[in-house]
């Protein structure tokens, strides 16, 4: 080949690599774009979701109140365990709790340094992507059946003040929906699944508890 046809050659190929290369480049920015509207559309939505948090969860638990005031005495506020109980205290001193199953029998209630073996379901105040709650813990799976429930043994002293107060009022047998104000819960650090300042609400049974250094029945 003549050195004026190679050089030809060369040329047009360098300029259809010249153009590959750019056309390769305007892909990555279109593709580097998209992503980017995407996580930011993904990052809006996940901000959106829990937008006034503090203040809707507030208002919700404002709300208990009428809940115990209309509730035929199937509801229950109960100062947090830690607090005086002979004066009154601030509306977010107590935890409400529906009792959904009483024992008939059963009187003695576990004490702050007892063992408690208890199925739960924990959740949060609904939101745009759970209508009925996020569950953040749980030992039930499907219907809330406590013949076909999972249990978990815990020290009641290991458990947040709100989640304490309700088990030792409840009896074996027991059945409540618990609802904490954040203040008794986990406050303004967010946990795993839960962001900060959330009411935490729970289906909680009590099936059994004993004694500091005594062992508990096993259970199934």
Known sequence: MKSEEFATAMEKSLKRSTRGVWLLACAACIILQSSFFISCSEEDATED?????????????ATLQDSLTRGNGTWLRLKSFSLDQTTEGQPTDYIYAKMLVQSAVQTESPKYTDSVRV???GSILPTTTYPEGY???????NDYNIATA????????NTVAGFSTALQHMHRGDRWRVYIPYQLGYGSTPKTGIPAYSTLIFDLTLVDFSPAGEKMAPWK
């Open 119 to 121: 199925s739960y379901q």
């Open 150 to 157: 999972s249990t978990a043994k815990l020290l009641t002293s």
């Open 135 to 141: 569950i953040f813990d749980t030992t039930v799976y």
């Open 49 to 61: 979701e829990y937008a006034n948090w503090q203040e809707r969860n507030e208002t919700f638990f």
